[in-house]
């Protein structure tokens, strides 16, 4: 038995916005509520409180357009030093070389992937890989603590069921046992699929998360980054009938038109994004009452929140701003 | 710090299914690799550690045809004693009488949920309730652990970021904090929409997770079942656009042809289920195996493993066996 108490909720004067399940807060309601919520402390936040995604970091995925004709895009951000590297720079590499380009989504697992790339198991028919993909070893999937940062671990005191401690870098879930850290599966991650171990793939075929965290993937996959834009267009779709949740149906495939670096993209298509600084004092505030929901609709706190429960706000810069 | 050793992945001569993420699995690797996964586990669980789900807990739900002309219907386990009972005999009385039948699915959340029912605000539009609907308190959020039971919480040793002590009761996830249990929120959790509390909702608008587990609904929000067959039904369905992620345009509200509790169904269509009893050794070992997954996909074991991640083994009983 152990206690699950992160500090009480903060007291503050905010307009409390409803990510519940009722249909509509009244406005008396809102009105009247004056504890923080998730949503509260993020609009509260400075501006300087945001940090800029690298642009070079982002990645688009044009798929074809859907049965409506709605275009769908995907946007996903690789991961940061020094978590991942020889994997996302093999992923640099394919999408600068357009390797996705006529690939297909072809494996959904419910509660589990969504998975692309050529899809071809045969190796004398697969897709030819560029010249200059790395194989990368599992040592990889970890990375170690450096000392200077060490004592930093934990710091939101979050009580987990995998790791040691938990911790956000450069905003992203990250956890800790001994010496080693590592970024973690949740919702939307990006990650690396592979035949068995010690094949750490290529990044060639990747899949994202569509259902609750398959933690027990993490340190036996690598995570190189995550959906931030248009996770719906991967998280809708039909679910795979075939062995392994592969579309039987090759007409159930969703082409792939291209994948782009957002570098190479024109100034007015390429995606920026900024991030509630993981550093910042509105992102420590954002963890507690996240922990802690204190908010009308909420009866009793959880006193409590696992890290794959704590999105890093994400928002869109546009250029109206 | 703590640690997080579950014991150590237990020996066996079985033959490992994959659930990993590689396309197929050679033949040989198959034959080569003894170390048990969850699936060789189950597969080696005797007939009687399968425990039949009472058809009177069963509730089917048939919604429109897909664009393609395929049905669509959705099964869902009711809660057993002593949790949640005030709102399931609301919903077994709002399927008796046919409430639910002409309404829709009206709300979609990526990562969040999908809710079903009336979904009408206005209470004079609104669909009138049948006579006999319970209000039930707050209080029944949880229920109060016998004395016999106590020394049972936390048998598998689960870490939970939320509660202290984790358990399995009748084939359902439930966790415990001082003198109180209460049935905890999943990935295909069946709960009761509401508003503002201390509404605690009258169970004629229901939702079904669908993304990582929101646990902070836990005690706020009645849990009071799950999807157990059909969830990609719900899963796939397009976003909401409008506020709270309700249907913007009301055509692309999923019709509800009708719900019915399954004994009401004739004895061919009455969906027949077993889970692996949660008391039975074979479901102590697969936690085990999920907490400590050794086969040939994996090169590290977790070492733990959270509630929502262990899927309570479900099988539907065909005729023919």
Redesign the interface.
């Known amino acids: ?2 206690t ?1 108490t992160l500090p009480a909720a903060l007291p503050a004067a905010l307009i409390a916005a ?1 990510l ?7 406005a008396a ?1 809102q009105e009247a509520d004056e504890r923080p919520t998730p949503n509260s402390v993020i609009e509260a936040a400075a501006p300087e409180e945001w940090a800029a995604i690298p642009t070079s970091d982002l990645m688009v995925m044009r798929l074809a357009d859907d ?1 409506e004709g709605n275009r769908r895009e995907v946007v996903i951000q690789l991961m940061p030093k020094p978590f991942s590297q020889g994997w996302v720079d093999n992923i640099r590499l394919l999408a600068n070389t357009s390797f996705w380009d006529g690939t297909t989504v072809y ?1 959904v697992v ?2 589990w ?1 969504t ?1 692309w790339g050529d ?1 071809e ?1 045969n190796e004398e028919l697969a897709k030819p890989l560029p010249e200059g993909i790395k194989v990368v070893p ?1 040592s990889e ?1 970890v990375a170690k603590v450096p000392d200077e940062k060490s004592e930093q671990a ?1 710091r939101f005191g ?8 938990t911790d956000f870098r450069d905003g992203f879930p990250i956890v800790q ?1 001994g010496d080693y850290w590592w970024p973690t599966h ?3 991650s990006v ?1 690396v ?6 094949n750490t793939g290529t990044g060639a075929e990747l ?1 994202t998360v ?12 690598a995570v190189v980054g995550r959906v931030i834009e248009g ?2 267009h991967l ?5 795979g009938k075939g ?2 949740g ?1 579309y039987a149906d090759d007409s159930k495939r969703v082409p792939i038109e291209w994948v782009r670096m957002a570098d190479d993209l024109s100034e007015e298509a390429r995606p920026k994004f900024e991030y509630l600084a993981t550093e910042s004092a509105s992102f420590e505030r954002y963890v507690k009452v ?1 922990a802690n ?1 204190g908010d ?5 706190a ?5 890290i ?2 704590v ?1 890093v706000p994400i928002r869109r810069i546009t250029d109206a701003e």
Request: with cysteine; aromatic share 8%.
């Open positions: 038995m152990k699950h409803s519940g399940l009722s249909l509509a807060l009244p309601a049965a494996r419910d509660n992937v998975q899809g198991d599992e999937y934990g979050l009580i987990d069921s995998y790791a040691e401690a046992t949740c919702y939307a990650g699929a592979r035949d068995l171990t010690p899949y569509i259902g609750h965290a398959p933690r027990q993937l993490d340190r036996n996959i996770m719906e998280s809708t779709l039909p679910r062995g392994a592969v996240r929901r009308s609709f909420y009866q009793v959880a006193g409590g929140v696992d794959c429960n999105q």
